[in-house]
């Protein structure tokens, strides 16, 4: 009886969707949306800053983007699995619900490209997400995963993708593979170790990986030669690799709060070098060659075992000590 009822309720709520425009064998899913959020007679889509109950449509009606969540009226649990049905969908916007897991068919949403479920509750990722071969931006910040499936590596057209906060312990070597990425922050984890992997993405220009237990940094880290910002502040670091002075388009380099007790000598080939912040470590010194860096603008070397601090860096009026 509860089973006919809900079909006679989804087909009710699809019915207003279908007479709203929307492509008849795509409302249905909108009209499980609707009953799966408490507060499930919307009236009228709207999108603010306190949440949004939205959805567009393109000129044939067919769905192209969703966004339910953020809200303090109502949450989202499940993701139906009707949602493969949204052939067109390009933008799904979770953000902000109690979301634990992502059906399997999630990976049949072949032209989607931007999907969002930061703060959210979820455990784990399903392997079919691998088939999502049109995402570009992927928001997981904020949720539950201890792991990442292989298939993250078949996202080959995936440009940013966010896994702050969080409590994984490594990251699958196949990240290598994600050669169009351009943003990865995996900051506040509790991850051990970089993969080798890492030295593979090209196309990578912001690498964030502060607040994590990382003893080690790869090698392979001076293969990115498009990376401007690297953070790795709050991390258990002791040692920096000599190929990281090889990151010729570094302008941003954060080691603050780690172990580090020498900086290697390459570090003073990092023309592009604005930023670097070396404060509260155990460095005895520090190098000549960071004075040198034309490009810098400001240096952090407080609470280190530095007692003098060299002539080319004392010299330099515009550099911004602290």
Do not use: C
Not at 14 to 20: G, H, N, S
Not at 81 to 88: D, N
Not at 220 to 230: D, E, F
């Amino acid at each position: 009886m509860k089973l006919e009822r809900f079909k006679l309720a989804k087909r009710d709520f699809a019915q207003k969707y279908i007479d709203k425009g929307v492509d008849p064998t795509e409302a249905p899913v909108l009209g499980v949306f609707e009953i799966l959020t408490p507060e499930n007679n919307i009236d009228e889509i709207f999108r603010h800053e306190h949440g949004a109950w939205y959805y567009k449509t393109d000129q044939e009606g067919h769905i192209v983007e969703i966004e339910i969540g953020n809200t303090e009226k109502f949450w989202l649990y499940i993701i139906p699995e009707q949602i493969s049905l949204l052939k067109h969908l390009e933008t799904l916007n979770l953000m902000g619900n109690y979301i634990e897991t992502l059906p399997e068919s999630i990976g049949e949403l072949t032209s989607l490209k931007r999907l969002n479920l930061d703060f959210n509750k979820i455990k784990h990722l399903p392997e079919s997400i691998g088939k999502l071969k049109s995402l570009e931006t992927l928001g997981l910040q904020h949720n539950n995963l201890h792991t990442l499936p292989e298939s993250i590596g078949n996202l080959n057209s995936l440009k940013s993708l966010s896994i702050s906060s969080n409590k994984l312990q490594t990251i699958p070597e196949s990240i290598g593979l994600l050669d169009k990425l351009e943003q990865l922050f995996l900051s506040e984890n509790k991850m051990q170790t970089i993969p080798n992997s890492i030295g593979n993405l090209k196309s990578l220009e912001n690498l964030w990986v502060s607040e994590n237990i990382i003893q080690e940094i790869p090698e392979s880290i001076g293969k990115l030669k498009n990376l401007k910002r690297l953070l790795l502040y709050k991390n258990d670091l002791r040692n920096i690799p000599e190929s990281m002075g090889d990151l010729e388009s570094l302008e941003y380099l954060e080691l603050a709060h780690n172990k580090i007790q020498e900086i290697p000598k390459s570090i003073g080939k990092l023309k592009s070098l604005k930023g670097l912040s070396l404060y509260n470590n155990e460095l005895k010194k520090i190098l000549e060659s960071i004075g040198n860096l034309k490009s810098l603008e400001s240096l952090g070397i407080k609470d280190n075992l530095i007692q003098d601090i060299p002539k080319s860096i004392s010299r330099r009026k515009n550099l911004k000590l602290y």
